[in-house]
Structures are given as C-alpha cells and as structure tokens.
C-alpha cells in the first residue's frame, strides 16, 4: 500500500487528575491521532445503477485499466482476458471466490502495486477472475475491482454530485453536518441493519454493496421464511448479471426501506434464488446496493468501521420501475439482444435473440447505457429499429411497470 502513518503522533496529552468514588487516577494521557490528510482527488465514471468505473495502471503496464470500486468485494481482482493481453504472470492458488452463479478457484498477481491519480497503493495480492459478462453490461472494458484491500487503508469520501472521489490518510476525521453516521460491521465487506416494510415490518442485516447496480435485494430464502410479501404479489422474472455469469432474479417492490433516519418507499426490490448462500443466509437477509447508495455522498471510513451520508442532489430521483424482460449486451461494440423471458414486453413486441439494437426512440448512438436509460420510460410506446439477419426491422415497445 503506498506510505502512510505507520506511528501515530501524540498530538493531544492531557494530564488530569480526577476522584471517583475515593479512587484517585494522576497522570492519566488521552491520545487522539494526527487529522487524517487529503491525498488525492478524482474523477469516476457513473453507469447503471450508480455503479462507479475508477482509472488505474498495474504495475509498470502503461495501460489506463478500468476498474469497479466495489464495497461487496473482499479483496482486490483483474480480469482475465486483461492479464492475457498484458501477458502479466500470475500464479495458481487452491483459493475460490463466489459469485451469483457460481464458485471458481483463482490465480493471484501477488505483491502488485496500484497507480491511481495522485496515489500509488502497493503490496497488493490482486486474484484474477473473468469480468466478460461485466464488458458486454456495461459497454466498457471492465479490467478488474478495487475492493477492502483499498478501502481499508484509507478514508474514501465519494461526491456523487461532481463524480468525484477524495481519498485521506487514516485519522481525525471531521465529517460534514446535516449527515449521519452507520457503524457497520466490518471484516472486509460491511454489514448493516436495516428496517423495511412490505407485508409487515422487518429488520435484518444487509451488505452495503457499491458494486451492486441495484436499490435491494432479499434471498429467497428469507423472502420465504419470513413471509416478506403477501402471498399474491406480483413479481416479475427477470435476469441479473455478476461474477460467475448470468441468474435469474424476480423484481418487484416493497413499500419502504430504512437507511439509519433515511426512507425510501417504493423500492425495486430483486428476489434471489441464492444457490451459492453469497448473501449469507440466515445471517444475512440480502444487499442494499448502489442505486440506493448513489443518493448521498458517501464517506467510508474504515479504519473506524464507520460509513458516513449525506443526502445530495440525487436524493429524490425517482427509482426505475420500468420492466421489459429484455437482456442486452455490448457484444464488439453492437448492442445485442441475448435473452427474452417469456410472456414479457419484449416478447410480444416480437424481439429475438441476436438481434441488434440499431436505434431506440430515434436514438441511432449505439450506446449501451443510452438505450438502457430509455427504456426506464414506462407505459410510454417507444419505436425500437433491430438489425435481424441484415433486415432492418421497426418493433414497438411498451415497457410495464412493476408497481
């Protein structure tokens, strides 16, 4: 990890002498550490779901590498097909990591060092994982995931207003008025208590999840057990991508969802069928994650396993209740159409998979993002131009909502 306090400073001694209940303490020295320092400020790119794309060099590699700042990442990883090209040497472990469909063994990049603007993090054990399905959702070369084996050597203040991330030393640390401050608990990915409402009220334990393009996320298995929702709710399937590949996910809402003092009613809500026990069920009720997350500014003070918030600008955006059952992907730069659910917007507007989106609403850009946002519109017809065998082709789409 690049430098920093490896002592603290006495900045404060106070000598007292104080009498309680005849018991005498001279002498007595409170320590507080040095302020914690501002290091470096810079910009991140935000995509779906508030998930946040940092820029990095490894090593010596001249390559610029696009890198995930992700909370729910217990360490800090690269991505395969990127140590292919760089032909960076790794070496083979009997470690796995678990993802949404999948477990898998990995090899290391041991003794790395992180280039960030304005900071150099080394001594870094970075294990290696295949990212592909995050380059086809995103629409950009997802290279790795900066996760606790960052975040827990320094503050980390996140400024979703201006796209900005500021990173301070470990000490003092003054956090701005008019937020709030969880103590998560905290081994490498933190955990918080939360109180929600649906079919009655509930409270529970969730990880605080920024890589997470999503506002919540319960198991089915504590869905079930707890009678979360009313047995005739609706929910709609769907898919989700992360490590491992791709699951399918039911997406409906709940009424509210509590965040320390903060309430959010209405919340899209996924409901997972957690093969893998990723979210650590019974422990564990499932994640809040990044669309959620995005409405403050966020300070991760790890060192005193505090997460700070303040609302911000964002606060009040409306959640996207918008549903299609269309998967896209960035597939060598076309946006393609890869899975359809059944019975779903998409279908009877009569999308087939391999089909390329060449516009959406008159939109001709090709960008992944850009159609993604469009289709959060719902109960509004929008014309959608497909490139299906070299046959252009008009389709019409309404997507419902899952209100």
Avoid: W
Avoid at 103 to 126: E, I, M
Wanted: proline share 4%; glycine share 8%; with cysteine.
């Amino acid at each position: 990890m690049g430098s920093y306090m490896k002592g603290k400073a006495v900045s404060i001694i106070v000598i007292i002498c104080l009498q309680l209940s005849g018991l005498i303490l001279a002498g007595q020295e409170i320590f507080s550490g040095e302020p914690a320092r501002l290091i470096t400020t810079f910009k991140f790119q935000q995509f779906s779901g508030g998930v946040m794309i940092l820029k990095a060099q490894v090593n010596n590699y001249k390559d610029s590498l696009n890198f995930i700042l992700d909370t729910g990442s217990g360490g800090i990883s690269l991505d395969s097909t990127t140590v292919v090209e760089l032909n960076i040497p790794t070496e083979p472990s009997t470690r796995t990591i678990r993802g949404i469909a999948g477990v898998r063994k990995v090899n290391f990049l041991y003794n790395a060092t992180l280039h960030l603007p304005g900071l150099t993090v080394d001594s870094l054990n970075f294990h290696v994982n295949d990212y592909e399905i995050l380059t086809s959702v995103y629409g950009v070369k997802i290279d790795g995931i900066i996760g606790y084996s960052f975040l827990s050597r320094y503050i980390v203040h996140l400024d979703y207003d201006n796209l900005e991330i500021s990173v301070y030393t470990k000490g003092d640390f003054k956090y701005k008025k008019g937020g709030y401050t969880l103590n998560p608990l905290l081994t490498s990915i933190p955990i918080i208590s939360s109180k929600f409402r649906d079919n009655d009220k509930f409270s529970a334990r969730f990880y605080f999840d920024s890589g997470a393009g999503l506002c919540f996320l319960l198991s089915e298995d504590y869905a079930s057990d707890s009678m979360v929702f009313k047995p005739k709710k609706k929910r709609f399937l769907t898919q989700a991508e992360g490590l491992g590949g791709k699951t399918e996910m039911y997406l409906t809402t709940v009424k509210e969802v509590r965040i320390g003092p903060y309430r959010f009613r209405r919340v899209p809500t996924y409901i997972f069928d957690d093969t893998y026990n990723i979210t650590a069920y019974p422990y564990l009720a499932g994640l809040i994650g990044n669309d959620l997350l995005r409405r403050f500014n966020v300070t991760f003070n790890y060192p005193k396993k505090e997460i700070h918030l303040i609302p911000n600008t964002h606060y009040y955006s409306p959640f996207d209740y918008a549903y299609t059952g269309l998967s896209i992907y960035d597939i060598n730069g076309r946006v393609m159409v890869e899975d359809i659910v059944k019975g779903s917007p998409a279908e009877k507007a009569g999308f087939q998979t391999g089909d390329i989106m060449v516009s959406v609403d008159n939109i001709f850009s090709g960008n992944i993002q850009e159609y993604k946002n469009i289709l959060q519109s719902t109960n509004r017809k929008m014309k959608i131009i497909v490139n299906r065998n070299n046959e252009l082709i008009i389709l019409t789409l309404k997507p419902a909502s899952i209100l």
